[in-house]
């Protein structure tokens, strides 16, 4: 009898365990906040691709070899984001 209730007192604390270790994880990843790693200024996806807008271009070239340099110019889109 005092066997059958030590191993019951066993389970049953293994198993308070195993609940506070699963509470203790879900409140620690409940409280995460997101990473700002490096301090960059994050932008959403839609502003970064609208910085490969360009309007007006210009080749100086229509047709290079290897290694051959040539130039071109563009101006930026007025709604372009400042910080790229």
Same mark, same amino acid.
């Given at each position: 009898m005092l066997s059958s209730l030590m191993r019951d007192a066993k389970r049953q604390a293994g198993r308070l365990w195993a609940l506070g270790l699963a509470a203790g994880l879900a409140v620690t990843m409940a409280a995460m906040g997101p990473a700002d790693a490096h301090g960059e200024? #994050?932008? @959403?996806?839609f502003l970064r691709m609208r910085t490969l807008n360009w309007s007006d271009m210009k080749w100086s070239k229509t047709s290079v070899t290897v290694n051959e340099k040539y130039e071109v +110019? @563009? #101006? +930026? &889109? #007025?709604?372009?984001?400042?910080? &790229?």
């Open positions: 200024n #994050s932008q @959403a996806a +110019t @563009a #101006s +930026t &889109i #007025s709604w372009a984001p400042r910080k &790229i």
